[in-house]
T-cell receptor, first 109, second 113 residues
Framework: QKEVEQNSGPLSVPEGAIASLNCTYS??????FFWYRQYSGKSPELIMS????GDKEDGRFTAQLNKASQYVSLLIRDSQPSDSATYLC?????????FGSGTKLNVKP | DAEITQSPRHKITETGRQVTLACHQT?????MFWYRQDLGHGLRLIHY???????NKGEVSDGYSVSRSNTEDLPLTLESAASSQTSVYFC????????????FGPGTRLLVL
């Protein structure tokens, strides 16, 4: 079983819609949770981090964490074509980071 | 501005050769990491270091080694390159305090023929 699981997609949404990305993790002791965005041929860049149950909002992005169910989600409101990228979910377990294989998001104009 | 750089950005080598990928960061971070990224596998941790003279194995460390002689650099060596090591390699660093955000280098594309 992988530490972090994501649907590989692609997830296609029209411009202006809400994109919902999901991630599950296997280790209950995981402490911190992250979403990275990676454009094709580029390195990952952090867009959100979340540490406690509930929602965390930053602009058009909302991260949601449910430790009991061991899932993390990312909502992107008012999706733009520039949001088209692969989104990586990452989990920190003490000083190690585990990454999912990523979900490819396509936002269609 | 602080940054993390990798060199070379592209490398072609032959099986059996020793290859070293460089990683240099000016963030003054204690923690440094090497990952490889392959289709369908996401980022997998190869080796990591929490400070000078400290190195640790990650989940895919076989065939790789690292050394940490100063804060800024963590070179990754492929002892005897294999075709299975064809991949994109990313170096990352993070601060000790909290250590939450990893900053990634631009990556090195390695092709082993």
């Amino acid at each position: 079983q992988k530490e972090v699981e994501q649907n590989s997609g692609p997830l296609s949404v029209p411009e202006g819609a809400i994109a919902s990305l999901n991630c599950t993790y296997s280790d209950r002791v995981s402490q911190s949770f992250f979403w990275y965005r990676q454009y094709s041929g580029k390195s990952p860049e952090l867009i959100m981090s979340i540490y406690s149950n509930g929602d965390k909002e930053d602009g058009r992005f909302t991260a949601q964490l449910n430790k009991a169910s061991q899932y993390v989600s990312l909502l992107i409101r008012d999706s733009q074509p520039s949001d088209s990228a692969t989104y990586l979910c990452a989990v920190r377990n003490f000083n190690k980071f585990y990454f999912g294989s990523g979900t490819k998001l396509n936002v269609k104009p | 501005d602080a940054e993390i750089t990798q060199s070379p950005r592209h490398k072609i080598t032959e099986t059996g050769r020793q290859v070293t990928l460089a990683c240099h960061q000016t963030w003054n971070h204690n923690n440094m990491f090497w990952y490889r990224q392959d289709l369908g596998h996401g980022l997998r941790l190869i080796h990591y270091s929490y400070g000078v003279q400290d190195t640790n194995k990650g989940e895919v460390s076989d065939g790789y080694s690292v050394s940490r002689s100063n804060t800024e650099d963590l070179p990754l060596t492929l002892e005897s390159a294999a075709s299975s090591q064809t991949s994109v390699y990313f170096c990352a660093s993070s601060d000790t305090s909290g250590g939450e955000t990893q900053y990634f280098g631009p990556g090195t594309r390695l092709l082993v023929l």
